[in-house]
């Protein structure tokens, strides 16, 4: 019974940046790494960044290297994405995700997901 709620999408200029938040409950959040993930029309869903269950490893997606960074609370249990010099084909639903212990890039390696969020980013 995993919940991951994410928050923070919308829409932003080319150029702009954007924070999402990924709130868990239904598990040992300190157990868990924790992943972003998007899906944009008609495409495959993608790894954006995870980072691992005791936030010593990070992953970010190598063409997003030097935009995007990951981080995580264990108090409020949130997972974090800064995005940033948002382009065009950065618009996607954006998913947070949960697995045991360490990061993986594979979708079906995932046992919790959230509803998604849409960032539109507009010329």
């Known amino acids: 019974q995993v919940q991951l709620a994410e928050s923070g999408g919308g829409l932003v200029h080319a150029g702009g940046s954007l924070r999402l938040s990924c709130a868990a409950s239904g598990i040992t959040f300190k157990d868990y790494a924790m992943a972003w993930f998007r899906q944009a029309p008609g495409k495959e869903r993608e790894f954006v960044a995870g980072i691992s269950a005791g936030g010593g490893v990070r992953s970010i997606a190598d063409s997003l290297k030097g935009r995007v960074s990951i981080s995580r609370d264990y108090v409020k249990s949130t997972t974090d994405l800064q995005m940033n010099k948002l382009k065009l084909e950065d618009t996607a639903v954006y998913y947070c995700?949960?697995?045991?212990?360490?990061?993986?890039?594979?979708?079906?390696?995932?046992?919790?997901w959230g509803q998604g969020t849409q960032v539109t980013v507009s010329s």
């Open positions: 995700a949960a697995r045991p212990v360490t990061i993986s890039k594979s979708v079906e390696e995932y046992v919790g």
